[in-house]
């Protein structure tokens, strides 16, 4: 299954398998789900996940599954980096930028996400002032018109003094940020050239985002930089055992990316784990004749919320994703629009000073897990459906986990003494207290993304969706809700299926008058040539490779642009899309091209 996307969901498109049999792998803060397919037969394992070394409940899954073998395609997703950047557990990273701008990444937009607080706490850098390095470099755009142009550069005295000063602070990864390297990367090749005697893992901007804005240029090369030296690390070992078989990773827009080339840029795998769900959403919402409708993903750690759009023939306008903020920091990659919220099947539940409970965004995890594991006290989600009988007694796990009940209900009746309350009781408040929460995120992707969610279905997997799938649907008023075969392998599935992806895109940024049809296309075949050449060189026949292309546009003056699909009229398509969304068109106003994207 291959996927084309927009800012306002994504739609799939079905090819033919890549390998005789391929193995979905998501890992999970619970547990460690695999999805074996091979023709029309499926296979499912599920294994305690384990934390502080993820592989090992992959190489335990594969076990479970039987051995891999040559001409087998192993998928996964992974949260190793995800969890690295939200704690803070990092590589050291050196910035060398240009002078002037090394406290651009401190500096920011001046956003304020929470408007009203008076004691605001801004994520600490990833690259404290004392790695941060200036170089004597400025490209700025040409007066007369004519693209940019350098008009300082370091000499070569300059960069050995810099290798000297970089090697001193012994870091274990570099980011190299030049301002508008987007129109001129030979700036930072250059760079980066002369740093390549040092040994070390480099990450140009210009290679990972070659687009505009700079603030979120830069967070995304030094996120990127950042987790090199960890995912090398994990990927490395990961990719020989699981030899013969090949090994890729879930890209955050729903790509596989081979192994390798994830390890160099880990920024592109960020948001895997959920990706696998969007795509495993929608292929089981195609083989239920559903229409447009909304995915929960309710795992032991959090819930992802995501809006997609069952499968159309061509893609359509919409607007442009404001780029994705993860532990504070801006990533300008091309990723799904999923909303996250830290309420899963594992979140515990306390009461505070005042007596109000609470539920999340701490999670029990996969040990000691929910009260119900017979191995802690505190009780979870999860709990409270097993004290409401919601989930049936019995073993779980092929017979290696047996349900505490007792337990359960000892936890609940020291709650509800707390409370003045009865157990039940309780148990109803935290699943009313969750469910309000997983509401709130539907109201994010649908009402605030312009979709009226009572025209949509609910699909709920994971493995605590579909207990909540029923209430949510009535109580927000859906169409109705499905709850998928194997929901709590889900991601797994559709990491199982998911297809290559290469996004290519350029910064324009010019009239789109002043480009003709021919040179608009010659742009656009070059960008997909870039991609076409990539998947043929990775063993895919060029026949099999689906192009979609289109231009981010906006009025001039605009801040923000729409993408608008390739098309024989894109200033009528832009003017429609733009009435369609913000209930106004400004006709005699020019219209600006700011990005190419294939």
Not at 27 to 36: E, I, S
């Amino acid at each position: 299954m291959g996927w084309w996307g927009d800012g306002g969901g994504w739609a799939a498109y079905t090819l033919r398998p890549l390998a005789k049999r391929t193995i979905g792998i998501d890992t999970g803060g619970t547990f460690t789900d695999l999805v074996l397919v091979e023709g029309d037969e499926v296979r499912v394992a599920k294994v305690p996940s384990t934390p502080r070394n993820p592989a090992l409940a992959v190489l335990a899954g594969l076990e479970a599954l039987g051995e891999v073998a040559e001409g087998d395609h192993v998928i996964h997703g992974t949260t190793v980096a995800l969890n690295a950047l939200l704690t803070g557990k990092v590589g050291k990273v050196a910035l060398v930028t240009g002078k002037g701008f090394r406290d651009l990444i401190e500096i920011g937009r001046q956003e304020r996400p929470a408007i009203y607080d008076l004691h605001p706490t801004k994520p600490a850098p990833l690259v404290p002032r004392s790695l941060r390095f200036e170089v004597e470099q400025r490209t700025w755009p040409d007066p007369e018109g004519k693209g940019f142009v350098e008009v300082a550069g370091p000499t070569a005295a300059q960069l050995a003094e810099l290798r000297q000063r970089v090697a001193k602070r012994k870091p274990q990864s570099l980011a190299i940020c030049l301002l508008h390297s987007w129109a001129d990367p030979k700036s930072e090749r250059n760079v980066a050239s002369a740093l390549e005697s040092l040994d070390l893992p480099i990450t140009c901007s210009a290679a990972v985002l070659p687009q505009h804005r700079e603030v979120e240029r830069f967070s995304t090369a030094i996120v990127n930089a950042a987790l090199v030296p960890l995912m090398r690390d994990y990927l490395g070992p990961l990719e020989e055992r699981v030899s013969p078989a090949r090994l890729s990773i879930l890209q955050s827009n729903g790509g596989t990316l081979r192994s390798r080339d994830a390890a160099e840029e880990p920024v592109r795998v960020l948001l895997s784990g959920p990706a696998g769900g969007v795509v495993g959403a929608s292929r089981a919402a195609a083989e239920a004749g559903l229409g447009d409708f909304c995915a929960l993903d309710m795992g032991g750690t959090s819930t992802d919320v995501a809006f997609a759009r069952a499968a159309r023939e061509e893609p359509q306008a919409t607007r442009a994703l404001e780029p994705v903020h993860v532990a504070g920091h801006p990533i300008g990659v091309p990723t799904l629009d999923i909303h996250t919220i830290g309420c899963g099947g594992g979140s515990l539940v306390s009461v505070d000073a005042g007596g109000i409970l609470h539920v999340g965004p701490a999670s029990a995890g996969a040990d000691p897990g929910p009260a119900c594991y017979g191995k802690s006290d505190r009780v979870t989600v999860t709990d409270a459906h097993v004290l409401l009988g919601h989930i049936a007694e019995g073993p779980f796990l092929s017979g290696g986990l047996a349900l505490d009940t007792e337990q359960v209900r000892r936890s609940f009746e020291e709650l509800g003494r707390k409370l003045s309350s009865t157990a039940t009781d309780v148990a109803q408040g935290v699943l009313e207290v969750a469910r309000a929460s997983m509401r709130r995120a539907i109201g994010v992707m649908t009402m605030q993304r312009g979709h009226d969610p009572r025209g949509l279905y609910l699909v709920a997997f994971g493995g605590a969706g579909g207990l909540q799938a029923a209430a949510l649907a009535q109580s927000l008023g859906l169409r109705g809700a499905l709850v998928p075969g194997h929901p709590g392998a889900l991601s797994a599935r559709g990491m199982s299926v998911a297809e290559p992806i290469r996004d290519r895109a350029r910064t324009v940024l010019a009239p789109l008058d002043a480009l003709g049809e021919e040179e608009l296309r010659r742009s656009l075949d070059a960008l997909g040539e870039e991609g076409r050449a990539e998947l043929v060189a990775d063993g895919f026949r060029a026949d099999r490779v689906h192009l979609d292309e289109g231009y981010d546009l906006r009025y001039r003056g605009q801040s923000y642009e729409i993408f608008v699909p390739h098309g024989a009229d894109p200033a009528e398509s832009f003017h429609r899309a733009h009435e369609h969304l913000y209930g106004y068109r400004l006709a005699d106003r020019a219209i600006e091209v700011v990005c190419l994207r294939v």
